[in-house]
């Protein structure tokens, strides 16, 4: 199939290409301004805020699916320039679900676990979104036009960790350099998700896309783990000490914004619609990416 993915050059779309490639899709690799090239593809520049811009690369792509990652994800900008978290989020999201809905074309949305307030755990595609982050808010308002959309798919992803495909480093290789060098790390031991290693993450994303599910589904990691809880079995799967990882609480700091506490979701539906998946465990992930020196 034809694919338009956005967000191409980022941590989750870079697996993503890496998987679209090895399954035969011809991709067009939308980056917001990086050039080069990923799994042997070039990265296109597409500014999405431009509507002139993404109808002349659509017309040209023509694709027929439209995988869209890319977003304004640091929440703290969105705090900060909510009229960009908009354009970015919202707008240019609600631009594409409008020329998949015209063109009867297939989209898939990837939307946050941070949709939710963070009351409670295991939330189903049911509960009640109710961000309490402005990141959040946008990425919900993402949604409406998605879902709005004759063959729109909106998945919502959790935490996700692993080695960076992307040429930055991540958040995670970040941490485990520091564990390599003795430095300890703080990691809050009261704020729940369910994380999903990047490369599982992908390959999710793309059977989803390949498939006409539609509405929404939650695409997560089987465990319902702190942050703490999760760095520190990092750490132990790598062959690092754990005793460098530190647990602190959300207590313990002042954010301009409040922080959810728990966005774990369910994904009773993600393994209904896929009866083959397997989920795997934090360390599963780590052995099969492959343990780093």
């Not at 490369?199 to 702190?226: C, F, K, N, Q």
């Not at 132990?236 to 002042?254: E, F, S």
Request: glycine share 8%; no cysteine.
């Amino acid at each position: 199939m034809r694919v338009v993915l956005t967000g191409a050059s980022g941590q989750l779309g870079s697996n993503i290409v890496a998987r679209l490639v090895e399954d035969g899709h011809e991709v067009r690799a939308w980056s917001g301004t990086e050039t080069g090239r990923r799994s042997g593809v070039e990265l296109r520049p597409v500014e999405l805020t431009d509507a002139e811009a993404v109808g002349k690369e659509l017309a040209t792509a023509d694709p027929e699916v439209i995988i869209h990652t890319a977003a304004l994800s640091a929440a703290e900008t969105v705090r900060r320039d909510p009229a960009l978290g908009r354009a970015v989020n919202v707008e240019a999201t609600a631009r594409l679900a409008e020329w998949a809905a015209a063109h009867g074309r297939r989209l898939v949305y990837t939307s946050t676990d941070l949709v939710f307030d963070g009351a409670r755990s295991w939330y189903r595609e049911e509960d009640q979104a109710a961000p309490i982050l402005a990141y959040g808010r946008t990425k919900l308002e993402g949604e409406t036009p998605v879902l709005a959309a004759s063959r729109g798919l909106v998945a919502r992803m959790s935490l996700m960790y692993g080695p960076s495909r992307s040429g930055r480093e991540s958040y995670y290789d970040r941490t485990l350099a520091g564990l390599r060098q003795g430095t300890p790390q703080t990691f809050f031991e009261d704020e729940y998700r369910t994380p999903l290693d990047l490369e599982t993450a992908a390959t999710i994303l793309v059977r989803l896309a390949e498939s006409d599910v539609r509405g929404l589904v939650h695409v997560a990691g089987p465990e319902r783990v702190s942050r703490f809880e999760l760095v520190r079995r990092l750490a132990v799967a790598h062959g690092l000490d754990p005793a460098l990882v530190r647990a602190n609480r959300q207590a313990d700091i002042t954010f301009p914004e409040p922080r959810p506490v728990d966005v774990s979701l369910d994904t009773t539906r993600l393994r209904s619609l896929l009866p083959d998946l397997r989920l795997p465990t934090i360390e599963e992930a780590i052995a099969a990416n492959g343990r780093p020196e």
